[in-house]
């Protein structure tokens, strides 16, 4: 951070340039990202006390720690403009008059042991002054931009004394203009009232325990006239109150909360009372990537990049064991092989958890990435234990397992009868890498397609080489060939090219979900394309019940004679699927295909599922990465595919189909099995009449 004078930060101002700066005698710090209708300002937040004070003070560290607003500054720094005191309000307090600005008493307290020189007083009246002067340069900058200005002005209460039921968030109102502003108040307190802190709902009062008397908005009042300044006390919820110990997960919910409370009031503000009149919340916020997020987001990258975990759970001798098993006509249990983790598990979760996530000022984007850094830590213990007994056990804490309502969907699909023809398999191998490079040639994507015998799908995606590998063995039909496409190319390899001009790399690593995301939009792109067959969703359906069946009985044979005998599959598609949920010890990442696309299915009736396109992101990130794009922090996804941009006709059996997928969870009681009977029923019954 810049150290200015009053002079370099007034020049500054003037000319209308972002900064952000200490003034040379570090009593308060002014951070400009971006310039918006709207203050942020923390006045108590410091706890400096100068040495040359504390001869003369009657209070220690502590008494006075207690009467300052300490992590108010943390509370608005998600917020463009923001001006925080570093002093202790015990040198000088910022929100009392000049000539009153140093306390004699306190609180009931005597402040000085000896008398203050005068010399001392100059010097903290001065730094009173300075800042003064430095706001109302501020202010005067906002209104002639904008035509007013709204100043946010944060304080924390101690509520122990207090009796009774005390508000989470009080607004003085006192000193305001209510005839004219009355409405941004309503809205700020609003937005207050829908925080949710720890499940629990806030309160937020106007004038109940304090009433906005304080010299901040006196001051402005007294010089600005179409300036609103809104004097508001958060209860200390956020730390005990008695010993500073703080409660971080509380601060961090409250920071998130008044970022959206603030940024949504402060819109309102500006379309109802200055030159902007269509000001979104996102315009409020800034477009600007901080040097703490871009130094997390590189260094994570660099140590992660090359953790793709299928490159080592997928087994590097399955034509032998596959050969081997059905000679032996499934009485024999696979040994497969694994890459080794070339990785130190230890230092890679060390060097994790040194990561300064914490200087992230956006406390969404800070939280995306606390989340990433302990989904990355869930993931090497994941691949630490391949072919390992442990590894099921890494598998159901990293992905999860099928819930009742996932286990109905999938016997809801095998139940229904088949209502198309079945085309024959004409498409293999070298045939359909020749299409793909086509579609890529078309679509101006620049990747790499080629063909190997190491894998275990049909295609997968490799985000790392940018390149497509299909299974040597792979023989399908035009429909199947084309839902292929729009899976691995229009999905897969659109989010790892888009993610790849991002600004931010941990969009290439992906966020945590992005494994049930990636499947459930493709699958969704696959039908909203014309291509979904009824079989090709009973696969999906057989993912579930095969990692029920694995979980259930931990027994590779019994997976393939289940799927063999009582679902039908021949020996070939029972060995690939029972290897795919049997492999590294246990993956139970194949019912996230349908659990997928049916969290894709209700998203897409409430909102635009494109900003899910950057990269390898998650359902439960959709409003934090529609604001950075909002923002401009992200680039809008370059490549989208198809099924969502120019979705095709689909049968009224498969929308049917398609709908109870969506609407299961809600429809079940997820405490109850349904029986076998009626859900066939329900199927077949309503199949029939649609045909």
Known sequence: MLKLSEA?????????????????????????????????????????????????????????YYEEDPHTDELIQSMPITIVGHDSRYAYDLNRPLARCIYSKAWGKDVWGKKLPVKERRLSTERHRA?????????EVIEERY???????????????IPGDTPDFNLGVEQIDMDRWAGVVSRLQKNLSRIRVQEQTTRAAVDEVFYGRGYMISHINSRFENTLVIPMEVKKIFMDESTGTLYPLVLSELKQGLKQSYSDTAAYFARQFTRQKKTRRS??????????????????????????????????????????????????IPCFRYRPLDIDPYQFREQLYRLPVDEIRDPGIQQLYRDVVDGLAAKIDLLVNAGQPEFIYSSLKYYGEP??????NARFLLHARQFESEEEPSIDAEELGRRFKLQAQMQQMQCRIEVSSKLVAAAMVSNRKKTVYINKSTLMSERQAAALMHHELGVHMATTLNAISQPLKVFSLGLPGNTMTQEGLAILNEYQSGNMLLS??????????????????????????????????????????STRVHRAGGFTKDYLYLKGVGKALALRRQVSLAPLFVGKTG??????????????ILKPPEFLPQGLTEPSPVSEILEYLMGGIESAANKFDVNAREPLAVI????????????
Do not use: W
């Not at 066939?680 to 045909?691: L, N, T, W």
């Open 403 to 408: 819930s009742v309502v996932d286990e109905r």
């Open 619 to 632: 359902f439960d990130y959709l409003p934090t990465i529609s604001e950075m794009i909002d923002r401009g």
């Open 147 to 161: 035509g007013a200005c709204l100043v946010l002005d944060l304080h924390s209460y101690n509520f122990q004394r």
């Open 536 to 577: 090709r969703m009973q696969v999906l359906a057989l993912r579930v019940l095969a990692v029920r069946e694995m979980l259930d009985h931990g027994d590779f044979r019994h997976t393939f004679s289940y799927l063999r005998e009582e679902q039908g599959l021949s020996d070939n598609d029972a060995f690939q699927l």
């Open 8 to 64: 370099g930060i007034v020049e500054r101002l003037r000319s209308g340039e972002p900064f952000e700066a200490t003034l040379l005698d570090g009593s308060f710090s002014l951070k400009i990202e971006e310039y918006a209708p709207v203050i942020c300002s923390a006045v108590h937040a410091g706890g400096n006390f100068r040495s040359s004070l504390q001869t003369y003070c009657a209070l220690n560290e502590q008494e006075r």
């Open 283 to 332: 315009d409020i916020l800034s477009s600007q990537l901080d040097s703490a997020l871009l130094k997390v987001d590189k260094k994570l990258y660099r140590l992660a990049k090359g953790l793709e975990t299928l490159q080592y759970i997928n087994p590097t001798n399955l034509l032998q064991e596959r050969k081997r098993f059905l000679a032996r006509r499934g009485n024999y």
């Open 680 to 691: 066939r029923q329900q199927s077949e019954g309503v199949i029939q009449a649609i045909a």
């Open 131 to 139: 800042f003064y002067r430095i706001l109302d340069v501020l202010v």
